[in-house]
């Protein structure tokens, strides 16, 4: 299982919508046992998946559970290939109990969890919080890839090198295998001069690596949420459908060693031969 944290301090900058959209991609297209973890108190990516509950355990139990089975953690969602982990506003509650907590490394916990489930799945995919706090960094131990997104405004580049130092303190000190994969750009309109002006200037920031992809801004986004559905299934033809699927194939491509040992396994459905 390969981990992949879509991470930005800012809100609005679409980690939900582009965590829930890759990773039904990655399941219905590509075939993968794709496990995708809530790691939001808002639970929204939970709401669009139809599964936003405080009566299942999911992400905030992770953290405080000693001896939990990450199995009863996970919940099967309406499409095929793609699991959850919820999360609910008890996140809150958990991230302090984790930090009053001295008995046992505190950001470890998702790392430790994710082990006992890694041979189910190909591909793990963490929708963060705005923020960098305990369970943010837990994902970040826990990945092998970080995606940041940025939208084009006058704030563009605000927090991305808190972003990235973050990213560096957490492979120095926790997980020396996390590789930054750089930026993609969400909610792009490629009409409008700034944003293409924007999208050179970041091509041209040293230090974040842009990828070809942007995500183009679509009216069909808004209402697909509202629908709970993936926009794929919402309207399959519009620009962001189409981005989506390209940033799922750019994703893919930077990492060949992984996927071609995932296709070396299993027949073209994505089922162990
Ligand atoms: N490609 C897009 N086109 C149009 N609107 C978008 C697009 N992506 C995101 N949005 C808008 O931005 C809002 C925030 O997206 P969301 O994924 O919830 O952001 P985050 O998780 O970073 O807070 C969405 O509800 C939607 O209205
Ligand atoms: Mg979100």
Known sequence: MRTLSLIHLK???AKTLSSVNMAYILAAIHGKRVLLVDNDKQGNTSKILKRHSYERPGVAEILTERSMDMKEM???TDYEGLDLVTAYMNLISASLAVMLDQQ???QTRFRQAFGQVRENYDICIIDNAPDINISTINALVASDD???LVTIDDFAID???ELKEQIDHTREDLNPALRFCGCFITQYDRQNEADRQGREYLKALEGYPLLETCIRRTVKMKPST???EPILLYSSRCGASRDYKALVEEYLGMCPTWTQQG??????KGKEI
């Open 11 to 13: 809100g609005g900058v």
């Open 74 to 76: 996970i919940q099967h």
């Open 104 to 106: 046992r490394p505190q």
């Open 146 to 148: 970080v995606l940041v």
């Open 159 to 161: 927090g991305l090198a």
């Open 226 to 228: 509202f629908a709970r």
């Open 263 to 268: 296709e070396e396994n299993r027949n073209d």
